[in-house]
């Protein structure tokens, strides 16, 4: 593929920050709810921003879209977060046009997630680009991105056992729990949250543990009694939340709040307590770490958890990144179709405009003249030249751009718009 811009005047850019430069709270800094998401959206809309997809979860948050300078990206992240640009800068990544493309299939294909294999984020890059599209930031260029990465995802999932084997976040929260807390099925257990790794986690223990001490606690009471009502668990009032900490052996907490909801002064008991904080931003205050009683795990602790489930993912990658290769050489194609195909139209409307005059006048000179075999042998002849030179410009070989300029030039054709 030839490098060029593939937007009429902007560049495609994928800017952000994952776990791999930026710890937990650098993380929780950037990290976007929905209000900020929708907040993020509409000052793109003010900005002329033509396309653009969001995603923020516990190990990245990223925006991809169409812009003149990443800058413009960049300022609209830090305007909707705690965090600043000079914060950014040390521990993000701007990638461009290509680098873009190819950045988001390895993010959608699981290949960039902290647990290798982890799909989580494709579902997140769906919901992703249908709020976008909700709200006129999804271009034909973005939609069509966005659904090759969902192909690819899914014969990544079919074709491969990338994600075979129980490696996850809420699997190494249970693995955890269990190499570190004795007789776990009598111990009490304290769920505050109902963020989606902690349910699973939850999920988890229920199914291995045969726990029936385990209580879930939410800010919105009918919220836990959902999920309650799933899993069998016990469901208190926030307002006993510090009572329920005092009984507690182990607590997970899953909340989407963007600062600390647990600190050392709520955690009144003397016993052994294990926190488990699954949350971006960080959820629990490092102050609880002056508690001799308490020991405090995060996500990015549990992440580093490496068994043979995960050796064995490795195996698959060169196939992984084989069937991205072959689904991103689809959308090449059909990108560098996209470049050319205004030319091309733009080529046949003047071959049609010299058809329309020489059959004016051959129409004029022959009495006789044989107007239908003549339309079906000039619209060939039409078809044939614009056959070739779309398959001229389809050559790895010839520079695209230098030879759209030539046809230009010699057709005398209008400037044609190259927007996706």
């Known amino acids: 593929m030839q490098q060029y811009n593939i937007s009429k005047s902007n560049s495609f850019y994928a800017i952000g920050l994952s776990y791999k430069k930026a710890d937990a709270d650098t993380r929780g800094h950037f990290s976007l709810d929905e209000n900020a998401k929708l907040a993020l959206l509409q000052q793109a809309k003010d900005n002329n921003i033509e396309s653009l997809v969001i995603t923020s979860t516990c190990n990245r948050t990223e925006i991809y879209g169409f812009a003149q300078h990443p800058f413009q990206l960049i300022q609209l992240l830090c305007d909707n977060t705690r965090g600043t640009v000079d914060e950014f800068q040390k521990v993000a990544y701007v990638y ?31 919901i992703s680009a249908k709020l976008s599209r909700k709200h006129g930031l999804l271009n034909n260029f973005s939609e069509r991105l966005v659904n090759a ?56 223990l229920v199914k291995h543990t045969k726990n029936e001490h385990i209580t879930l606690i939410n800010r919105t009471k009918n919220k836990a009694e959902q999920i309650a009502g799933k899993f069998n668990l016990i469901v208190k009032d926030y307002a006993n939340l510090q009572e329920e900490i005092s009984h507690s052996d182990i607590l997970i907490v899953a909340t989407g709040a963007q600062r600390p909801t647990i600190d050392k002064h709520i955690v009144q008991s003397k016993k052994p307590l294990l926190i488990l904080d699954l949350s971006i931003p960080k959820n629990v205050n490092n102050n609880v770490k002056e508690l001799n009683n308490v020991s405090l795990i995060h996500l990015d602790d549990l992440s580093k958890i490496t068994d043979q489930t995960l050796e064995a993912r490795k195996k698959h990658i060169p196939l992984a990144e084989h069937i991205i290769e ?10 560098e179709t996209r470049k050319f195909a205004p030319t091309i139209k733009a080529l046949k409307l003047k071959l049609n405009d010299f058809k329309t005059a020489e059959l004016d006048a051959l129409r004029k000179k ?20 614009t056959n070739h030179f779309a398959h001229h410009l389809k050559d790895d070989d010839v520079s695209t751009d230098d030879s759209l300029e030539l046809i230009k030039k010699v057709f005398q054709l209008e400037q044609p718009s190259t927007h996706v």
């Open 96 to 126: 461009k046009n290509k680098e873009a493309i190819a950045h988001m299939f390895r993010v959608g294909s699981g290949l960039d997630s902290q647990i290798l294999g982890d799909f989580e984020i494709i579902s997140q890059l769906k």
């Open 149 to 204: 990465v969902i192909q690819a995802s899914k014969r990544i999932k079919t074709e491969t056992n990338i994600s075979s084997g129980a490696t996850s976040v809420s699997f190494a929260s249970v693995q955890y729990i269990f190499n570190t807390i004795q007789d776990v099925s009598n111990k009490n257990i304290l769920l505050f949250g109902t963020g989606k790794i902690g349910r699973n986690t939850c999920e988890n």
């Open 326 to 335: 072959e689904v991103k050489t689809e959308f090449n194609n059909w990108l």
């Open 366 to 385: 022959n009495a006789d003249f044989n107007e239908e075999q003549a339309e079906i042998i000039s619209n060939n002849i039409i078809q044939k030249i």
